[in-house]
């Protein structure tokens, strides 16, 4: 059974720093791309950055959150993180780790964690 | 950036009704759609992927048409456990979401 488990989540001030961290088990996580989906309170989902399976060489991320997110993965430890830096309220979320589906142009995403929730507050 | 519009933004209806949400893509995508269910407090649930293959697990009663441009998810016979938020996706150009629609009882 695949399983996505975020941590890293807390009340942050404005201008401040976290790392979120999904452990992923139930697959063979080298081999997956991964991404970060948010969910501001009461509203829609936003997909926030990924990067691709086995050395992770390509990362990518949402205009709103370039040069201020970066996104890792270390397949020893079968986990995917998302550095969030210089935090803004707007980046106040519940953030989402997800797994792209198999096979040839399967970038949806067909698991997810329960969330981490980032809350930026003064 | 590929913007992705869905209607209606809400929709009241009852169990048993057939239910159709709408999903328009700012330029042609292909097939590479997906839908998602969410209800509240939960992660998202993927429902269907290249517009209309059909997630193991899922309810029959669940399925999507459409390619290019204009989408569509239909549930044949709503039940009680579907009333939730819908979202679609698109996967051809990066990630974008609708901003979802919110199936609630009429």
């Known amino acids: 059974e695949v399983q996505l488990l975020e941590s890293g989540g807390g009340f942050v001030q404005p201008g401040g720093s976290l790392r979120l961290s999904c452990v992923a088990s139930?697959?063979?996580?080298?081999?997956?791309?991964m991404s970060w989906v948010r969910q501001a309170p009461g509203k829609g989902l936003e997909w926030v950055s990924g990067?691709?399976?086995?050395?992770?060489?390509?990362?990518y991320y949402a205009d709103s959150v370039k040069g201020r997110f970066t996104i890792s993965r270390d397949n020893s430890k079968n986990t995917v993180y998302l550095q969030v830096n210089s935090l803004r309220a707007e980046d106040t979320a519940v953030y989402y780790c997800?797994?792209?589906?198999?096979?040839?142009?399967?970038?949806?995403?067909?698991?997810w964690g329960q969330g981490t929730l980032v809350t930026v507050s003064s | 950036d590929i913007q992705m519009t869905q209607s209606p933004s809400t929709l009241s209806a009852s169990v048993g009704d057939r239910v159709t949400i709408t999903c328009r893509a700012s330029?042609?995508?292909?097939?590479?759609l997906a839908w998602y269910q969410q209800k509240p407090g939960k992660a998202p649930n993927l429902l269907i992927y290249?517009?209309?293959s059909l997630e193991s697990g899922v309810p029959s009663r669940f399925s999507g048409s459409g390619s290019g441009t204009e989408f569509t998810l239909t549930i044949s016979g709503l039940q009680p456990d579907d009333f939730a938020t819908y979202y679609c996706?698109?996967?051809?150009?990066?990630?974008?979401f609708g901003q979802g629609t919110k199936v609630e009882i009429k």
């Open positions: 290249k517009a209309s």
């Open positions: 997800a797994k792209v589906g198999g096979g040839y142009h399967a970038e949806y995403f067909q698991h």
């Open positions: 996706q698109q996967y051809n150009s990066y990630w974008t």
């Open positions: 330029q042609r995508i292909s097939s590479w």
């Open positions: 139930g697959f063979t996580f080298s081999s997956y791309a």
């Open positions: 990067i691709s399976d086995t050395g992770g060489a390509k990362t």
